[in-house]
C-alpha cells in the first residue's frame, strides 16, 4: 500500500531563514509524489510534484523537493522563508484504485510558522 | 492552472435537514472528482471518488446513503448530505483530476449542523 508519513506537524522558522518539512513515503512501486499548499480559508494549491522524471523538483514560489529513493524521502525545502509561507502544508502519494485509476492519499499536513 | 468552484462556501442548516453542495470544473471537463472531509487541524479524509455517469466509489467507512454523489455531467458533481447531524459539521473539499497526475481543488464547503 502507497502512504507517506509526515514527520512535523508544527515546523517553525524565522522570516528568511531556510524551511525544510519532512516527508517519507511507502510505496510498493515507483510514487508520484506532490506537495500541496493550503492557506486559511483557500484552497489547496499545487507547489510541485514528482512523476518519474528529475529528482530535484523546482515547484512555485521558491519551493523544491529532492526525490530520494534511498531514504524513501521527499522533503520539501526552500531556501529563505517569507511570512507568506505561513501555512499548511500536505504530502501526498497516489495509490492505485480498483479498476487502474489512481486516487491521492494525505499526509497529516505540517502546519509552517514563520517569525518576523 | 484550471479552475474548480465550489457552492456553496459555507452553510448553516439545522439538524435532519439535507444539504447539497456542488463542485464544478469552470474551464476543463473532469471524468474524475474526489471529495474529502477535513476536521480542524487535521489532514483531508478522502471520502468518495466521484465518476462521471456512474457510482461513485466510496471509502471504507463512509456511509453512502449518508453522503449521496451525483456526477451528472464532466463538469459538475454534488454531494449531497442527508439528514444532517452536528456531528457532520466539517470542511468538505472536492478536486477535480485533470489528466493523469493533477487533481485541481475546490475552495472549500464549510458545512454547520445545529
Known amino acids: 500500500a502507497q502512504s507517506v508519513t509526515q514527520l512535523d506537524s508544527h515546523v517553525s522558522v524565522s522570516e528568511g531563514t531556510p524551511v525544510l518539512l519532512r516527508c517519507n513515503y511507502s510505496?510498493?512501486?515507483?510514487?508520484?509524489l506532490f506537495w500541496y499548499v493550503q492557506h486559511p480559508n483557500k484552497g489547496l494549491q499545487l507547489l510541485l510534484k514528482?512523476?518519474?522524471?528529475?529528482?530535484l523538483v523546482k515547484g512555485i514560489n521558491g519551493f523544491e523537493a529532492e526525490f530520494k529513493k534511498s531514504e524513501t524521502s521527499f522533503h520539501l525545502t526552500k531556501p529563505s522563508a517569507h511570512m507568506s509561507d505561513a501555512a499548511e502544508y500536505f504530502c501526498?502519494?497516489?495509490?492505485?484504485?480498483?479498476?487502474?485509476?489512481?486516487?491521492?492519499?494525505f499526509g497529516r499536513g505540517t502546519s509552517l510558522i514563520v517569525h518576523p | 492552472g484550471a479552475v474548480v468552484s465550489q457552492h456553496p462556501s459555507r452553510v448553516i442548516c439545522k439538524s435532519g435537514t439535507s444539504v447539497k453542495i456542488e463542485c464544478r470544473s469552470l474551464?476543463?471537463?473532469?471524468?474524475?472528482m474526489f471529495w474529502y472531509r477535513q476536521f480542524p487541524k487535521q489532514s483531508l479524509m478522502l471520502m468518495a471518488t466521484?465518476?462521471?455517469?456512474?457510482?461513485?466509489?466510496?471509502e471504507q467507512g463512509v456511509e453512502k446513503d449518508k453522503f449521496l454523489i451525483n456526477h451528472a455531467s464532466l463538469t459538475l458533481s454534488t454531494l449531497t448530505v442527508t439528514s444532517a447531524h452536528p456531528e457532520d459539521s466539517s470542511f468538505y473539499i472536492c478536486?477535480?483530476?485533470?489528466?493523469?497526475?493533477?487533481?485541481?481543488f475546490g475552495p472549500g464547503t464549510r458545512l454547520l449542523v445545529l
Open positions: 478536486s477535480a483530476r485533470f489528466g493523469e497526475e493533477t487533481q485541481y
Open positions: 510505496s510498493s512501486y515507483s510514487p508520484s
Open positions: 514528482y512523476t518519474s522524471a528529475a529528482t
Open positions: 501526498v502519494v497516489r495509490r492505485h484504485a480498483s479498476g487502474g485509476s489512481y486516487i491521492p492519499t
Open positions: 474551464d476543463f471537463q473532469a471524468t474524475t
Open positions: 466521484s465518476n462521471e455517469g456512474s457510482k461513485a466509489t466510496y
